[in-house]
């Protein structure tokens, strides 16, 4: 009889394993919960005062937003796009989902993919810096029309090389999404020099529009 | 003895049986030896009854797959294997490159998929995760297309696919089992049973892995997503006395897709369950039944190193099942299930959960009025608490032989519930538009007319099946102006006709062919959001040469798979259904050549070429193959035990 005693036991155990923990599901605690602060605390989140270094989080979730960040005063501001939006007195490059533009710099990517990498180079990479250009169909406002590929857009300036930070593949749907990792390097418009490399574009929820974005400034050698 | 051995070819309408290399020994899983038929005599299918009949008189037509066809085939997932011999299946990919099932006209969520007559949990774009599908350890797979939910309830719209697990004969089996290809796929396993006679254990572990595949063209998908699983399942039956059989088993699944940079699709599945089947007398006998299912999805952030849960999926399921034979002939089967369907999902407004109840009734009488006529009819009763959906499922059907012939005629209904996503769904796709359920979704249902006939002489065997299927108030995804949105709706009849036809040969000597034809025709009323995507014409076709002696044995395969162009038309909009365009998908054939030898009834060595005549697509459409050539592979499977 030990084997069907035996075999009882393990049903037994199978049994009160599976149905008895949760009726609505087992093992829960394999999985991370999102991390909470990421939910509330936006702008300059870390800043490193002896190291000119810090990380910015914005939430650019919105077409209709543009995000301005001054890194002159660590500040970060949002703006409804409008014909009447004035922009911000001073800022230095502003965000609207991954699109990115400058206050008047110039961009250049790098081929290091870590802060502290191009920190250690001791030398502002030199390049083809890229300057901002006006567009007509680039920062799109109004995505409801775009089952019939009639998408909406904003007028704007757009900065080509900064907005490499993250490729997004609309070919497939949903779109890929294919993030440089690369660190870039911004001439203000004052002669300072910002570095700057997209960590992430979700929050820990997953959810896309949520800038992390790791900084040097001012980036001096 | 060999018009015996051809009838019961031609009864089943099977086409592992009427393909001589399927007749191989289950056990050894070597080529052709006669001697085999005999087992396949007494090959016993129960999906189409729910009670255990010989192919030979099972009154439904069912198409199995053996545990050494399964070997034979050389495939990772079910999908190859089912497109391999069964003309008008098609495994494609919709969405986020997700894989999606037609089977001619009908979608996963109308095929009904079982494992041990178990339902499977989770979906994915109506589709449930064919890769939990482990084809190891497996025994046979018995397939019936046609509605089945007089039996099986919801989803057996167009069909049913059981998978049933094997249950080893002999003391010890070990096995060892690795198969690389091109594109770096891999897959390794391994399996131990035992049966001491009255115990039984059998585990079994998996893995599978596929690098990523970049396509040689343009195409909706420019790569296909790297991918690794890893299944394990174990199953332990005890026999208390030659009446009482107690099962208990229970599952581990996990997949994992690179599908983006930043983070990686996870799939896992936990699962379990309890068995008692009681058998009173040799007249009746019982079956009692838990099983458990959890099917999670999360997203493994590779930045923040979080696997972040975002959909579960858990069903608890309590089956009675109970057989009466009234005189070995006429049976009847009652039985009753209770479901509790819970669902997470990030798919509701925050990711909420709901929850459903689902009950029903059945019986079913199998009536074998004459030695060559039996009738067999089937009523059940399902209940669906949330949707507030109850259904009845009538079935009547009828078989008859005459001399070489047999005739199968049959009315089925078949039904498919709203599900809770359907209902409750709240989701933003991608920021471009909505997707919202809808509470007052009716339930789909089919009325499935069939006739089949089949003809056997001597080596030779034709099969022809004809089937008519008119299925009311399907579910999609409609535009709604007013949500500026989709949203799950009712859609109006759509017919779907078609013919099934195979031919084939087998000759002593070792040769063999097979050719099987599907002809589909969906007809469904202009304005309407659905328009037909099943191609109207497929084929399969198979011609094979084995021998086997004492030590060693072979087999050499040509497998082909034709598919006909697809022309059909689309809106020009996704928001209106007015205006539309012809579009054609282009037809393709992909051919397989396979050597299987066995060595010492224990060494089993298997090398293809897959895709032999190197088709690759111009443009990689949705139902395209997403092949990028010819490809190679090896594999190798060793029995130690048989050493």
């Known amino acids: 009889m030990k084997p069907v005693i035996l075999f009882i036991k393990l049903i037994m155990l199978g049994m009160i394993f599976l149905s008895f923990p949760a009726c609505n599901g087992i093992l829960g605690g394999i999985y991370d919960e999102p991390l909470a602060e990421e939910k509330n605390e936006f702008g300059f989140i870390e800043t490193d005062e002896t190291n000119n270094s810090g990380t910015v989080y914005i939430d650019a979730t919105s077409y209709t937003k543009w995000t301005y960040i001054d890194f002159h005063t660590l500040t970060v501001d949002s703006l409804e796009i409008s014909e009447e939006m004035q922009e911000p007195e001073n800022w230095d490059i502003a965000i609207h989902r991954y699109d990115a533009k400058t206050n008047g710099a110039f961009v250049l990517e790098t081929g290091f993919t870590g802060l502290s990498t191009i920190k250690a180079s001791g030398e502002i990479p030199e390049g083809g810096y890229v300057s901002d250009e006006w567009t007509t169909n680039k920062i799109v406002v109004d995505m409801s029309g775009m089952m019939d590929g009639k998408l909406k857009y904003a007028e704007s300036y757009y900065n080509r090389e900064l907005s490499k930070w993250l490729f997004v593949d609309t070919s497939t749907m949903p779109p890929g999404y294919n993030p440089s990792n690369k660190v870039y390097v911004i001439r203000l418009k004052d002669n300072t020099v910002a570095a700057v490399r997209l960590r992430n574009f979700m929050n820990a929820s997953g959810v896309k529009g949520y800038m992390t974005i790791d900084y040097i400034y001012p980036f001096e050698v | ?643």
């Not at chain 2, 064919?130 to 167009?158: C, F, P, T, W």
Request: hydrophobic share 35%.
């Open chain 2, 1 to 643: 003895m060999q018009k015996i051995l051809v009838a019961a070819l031609f009864l089943s309408g099977c086409c592992s049986l009427i393909n001589p290399v399927s007749a191989q020994s289950i056990d050894t899983g070597t080529v052709l030896d006669s001697a085999a038929y005999d087992t396949l005599l007494d090959e016993i299918v129960v999906t189409g009854t729910r009670s255990p009949k010989m192919l030979k008189n099972s009154p439904v037509i069912t198409k199995v797959f053996t545990e050494s066809e399964i070997r034979k085939v050389d495939v990772t997932h079910i999908g190859e294997l089912l497109q391999s011999e069964l003309p008008g299946i098609e495994f494609t990919y919709s969405m986020n490159q997700q894989v999606s099932l037609n089977m001619q006209g009908f979608g996963g969520n109308s095929v009904l998929f079982l494992v041990d007559g178990e339902r499977i949990a989770g979906e994915t774009l109506e589709n449930i995760d064919y890769s939990r599908l482990n084809l190891d350890n497996v025994q046979r797979i018995e397939i019936i297309k046609g509605a089945a939910s007089s039996l099986y309830g919801s989803n057996a719209v167009g069909g049913v696919v059981n998978i049933i697990s094997k249950t080893s004969a002999e003391p010890l089996h070990v096995n060892f089992n690795s198969r690389l290809a091109t594109n770096n796929e891999q897959r390794h396993g391994g399996s131990i049973s035992f049966n001491t006679g009255r115990l039984n254990s059998a585990t079994n572990v998996q893995y599978a892995s596929a690098g990523e595949l970049k396509m040689k063209n343009e195409g909706v998908y420019s790569k296909v997503y790297g991918n690794r699983t890893v299944n394990v399942k174990e199953r332990l039956q005890y026999n208390l006395d030659d009446n009482f059989k107690l099962t208990g088993r229970g599952g581990y699944f996990f997949r994992e897709r690179d599908s983006q940079v930043s983070s990686k699709d996870r799939y896992r599945s936990f699962n379990g369950g309890a068995k008692g089947e009681y058998a009173f007398h040799e007249k009746s006998n019982l079956e009692l039944a838990y099983s458990f299912d959890q099917y999670d999805k999360s997203s493994f952030l590779v930045e923040d190193r979080l696997d972040v849960r975002n959909y579960s999926n858990v069903q608890h399921n309590l089956k009675g099942l109970y057989n009466y034979s009234f005189n070995s002939k006429n049976i009847l089967t009652v039985g009753g299930d209770y479901m509790r369907d819970y669902l997470m999902s990030y798919q509701f407004k925050d990711n909420a959960s709901y929850l459903q109840h689902v009950a029903d009734v059945f019986a079913q009488y199998d009536w074998t009025a004459t030695e060559k006529l039996n009738i067999i009819s089937g009523l059940r009763y399902d209940y669906f608490s949330d949707a507030d959906v109850s259904h009845l499922s009538p079935k009547i059907g009828l078989m008859f032989k005459q001399g070489r012939s047999t005739f199968r005629g049959s009315y089925a209904g078949g039904f498919r519930a709203p599900t809770l996503k359907e209902m409750y769904m709240s989701f933003d796709m991608a920021s471009v538009f909505m997707i919202y359920g809808n509470q007052d979704l009716k339930a789909e249902s089919s009325h499935n007319f069939s006739l089949s006939g089949e003809y056997t002489r001597q080596y030779y065997n034709f099969s022809l099946t004809g089937y008519h299927n008119i299925v009311d108030n399907r579910i999609t995804t409609v535009w709604n102006t007013d949500l500026k949105g989709m949203q799950y709706m009712n859609i109006a009849k759509i017919n779907i006709t078609g013919i099934d036809a195979n031919a084939s040969v087998r000759l002593p000597g070792g040769i063999g062919a097979r050719l099987s034809y599907a002809f589909t025709h969906e007809r469904i009323e202009k304005g309407q959001p659905l328009l037909s995507q099943t191609r109207p014409h497929a084929a399969t076709a198979r011609i094979e040469y084995g021998k086997t002696w004492k030590k060693y044995g072979f087999n050499i395969a040509l497998n082909g798979r034709l598919l006909s162009k697809l022309t059909t038309h689309e809106y020009t909009s996704l928001t209106s259904y007015e205006e539309m365009e012809e579009v054609t998908y282009p037809g393709y054939t992909i051919w397989k050549l396979s050597l299987m030898q066995t060595f010492r009834q224990g060494i089993n060595l298997i090398v293809g070429i897959d895709n032999l005549f190197n088709y690759v697509p111009d443009y990689y459409y949705s139902n395209s193959p997403y092949t990028t050539g010819t490809t190679f592979s090896a594999g190798v499977s060793i029995d130690i035990n048989r050493f």
